[in-house]
């Protein structure tokens, strides 16, 4: 079995294993809260991770409305629960266009789609930094620590239930930068997670992406006094995102 096999198969059972608590009935989302408003409220309950809120009481909404609206033949532009309503599929949050969420609440049920999509997340952040350390030379062990330490990071744990995509997805963009000294393959690459990042929701996490991006492209440019065709490939990154 070659190593990209095994790292695949480790940062899989790494996300099985962080997922398990949904085999005996878990939910991802800090559920808590709910009992701190006026409809349930029970000073009984223990409140754990008030600063997650926005989970409960808006981004699992987003996507149960986008779940239904799809089951029914429809795609939600607008969300009419929210005061007198607000065109949901563009207010920068709720990731409506975001082509593998899309798909996952196309073909699931809400809670089973928002529970894949942060398992799927957590997988690419381990595995896109395995290539990335491995295209940076990189043992493989030392490879194997580092996409543990990027996937299960404090800051992508902890704000697990708010399925930060574009974090999740910054090493394979990094991955991309360093392959347009190659080739026009990984111009295309860059294109294609760029645009994913903008689209996944979140634009302030997408906007510290963007910026990372930019400084390892800058740093590429002028460290290693890489050809004019290089510029040529980051730009046409750029546009195509």
Known sequence: MTWNRKAGLYFLLVTLAVFSPVLWGEVF?????LYRTPLWYNPQ???QKFDLFDAVIAFYPYQTLLSNGLAQGDFPLWNPYNFGGHPIAFNGQSGYFYPP???????????????LS????????GFGTWFLAQ????????SLFAGTAWMLNPYLVWWLE?????????????????HCRRSWAGAGLLGVCMALVLLAGHLQIALYV?????LAGLVLLYQERVPKVVWARLG????LS
Not at 118 to 125: D, E, G, R
Not at 135 to 142: E, F, I, Q, S, V
Not at 163 to 177: E, I, N, R
Request: contains cysteine; proline residues 8%.
């Open 29 to 33: 989302l800090p559920t808590g809260f």
């Open 162 to 178: 708010c399925d930060h995509a574009s974090a999740a997805l910054t090493p394979l963009a990094l991955l991309a930068v360093l």
């Open 135 to 142: 295209k940076l030379k990189l043992n493989p062990w030392a």
């Open 118 to 125: 942060l398992a799927l997340h957590t997988f690419v952040a």
């Open 45 to 47: 309950v223990p409140l």
């Open 236 to 239: 046409t990154a750029a546009v």
């Open 210 to 214: 963007v910026a990372t991006v930019i």
């Open 101 to 115: 969420r899309l798909l996952l609440h196309f073909l699931c049920p809400a809670w089973l789609a928002y529970t």
